[in-house]
């Protein structure tokens, strides 16, 4: 089936330091997401992004985050700077439609930051 | 308060048994249900959903019931197979959004 791509799997970076998360949607999708899993917790909304836009954030989506999707390359979530607690499995999710239909997800980037 | 709990956090079942796989919310507004099934070192994958329309949805081995009065439903894994040893994840979203919240997930093993 349609397979969405996360480059790297993993990233270890010192506290401070910038990332960049990198996904690569299915190819005819519209509606992108992140979302963070911390280690034995349940996936939790980051932010999705439509037409060039944030669409809707959650609380976790803090100021240091950002996400873009220049030229319809990859859709990428950037922190800067990294904060110990944004240590995490990062997931990335594209659907064709909005609303209420199906994600398909990406494999993961897991980030330890230390 | 976490807005979506499934239950048990894990289950083992013989290969052939029904597995029951259970989750409540706490959001009226959610109205669109899927589960996902995820095996080590794979993404999620849909499994199956379900909208409030309907108390129920079949899937071949897989079904749906859903309780909107409770804010249950359930997924009810029939003639279990090892193949179906994964986590699965309950998640919800309200109307006319791509947010999903999901559970904490219940691992799922079937023994031969």
């Known amino acids: 089936g349609p397979k969405v791509l996360q480059i790297p799997s993993h990233q270890i970076i010192d506290m401070g330091q910038m990332v960049t998360l990198n996904c690569d949607p299915v190819?005819?999708?519209?509606?992108f997401y992140w979302y963070k899993q911390i280690l034995g917790q349940q996936m939790e909304f980051l932010v999705n992004?439509?037409?060039?836009?944030?669409?809707?954030k959650s609380k976790l989506f803090k100021d240091q985050f950002s996400v873009e999707r220049p030229d319809g390359s990859y859709f990428t979530l950037k922190i800067q700077p990294t904060a110990l607690e944004d240590s995490a499995v990062y997931f990335c999710?594209?659907?064709?439609?909005?609303?209420?239909?199906?994600?398909?997800f990406g494999p993961g980037t897991r980030l330890t930051v230390l | 308060q976490q807005q979506v709990r499934q239950s048990p956090q894990s289950l083992t079942v013989w290969e052939g048994e029904t597995a029951i796989l259970n989750c409540s919310y706490e959001?009226?507004?959610?109205?669109?249900f899927p589960w996902y099934w995820q095996f080590p070192r794979e993404s999620p994958a849909l499994l199956i959903a379900?909208?409030?329309?309907?108390n129920k949805k079949e899937d071949g081995r897989f079904t749906i019931f859903f309780n909107k009065r409770e804010k249950k439903l359930s997924l009810h894994i029939t003639d279990s197979q090892p193949g179906d040893s994964a986590t699965y994840f309950c998640?919800?979203?309200?109307?006319?959004?791509?947010?999903?919240?999901f559970g904490d997930g219940t691992v799922l093993t079937v023994k031969p």
């Open positions: 999710a594209s659907s064709f439609w909005g609303g209420s239909y199906e994600q398909y």
């Open positions: 190819s005819n999708h519209l509606y």
């Open positions: 992004f439509y037409n060039g836009k944030v669409m809707e």
């Open positions: 959001d009226s507004t959610f109205d669109y």
């Open positions: 379900i909208r409030p329309v309907s």
């Open positions: 998640a919800a979203s309200p109307t006319n959004t791509g947010k999903l919240t």
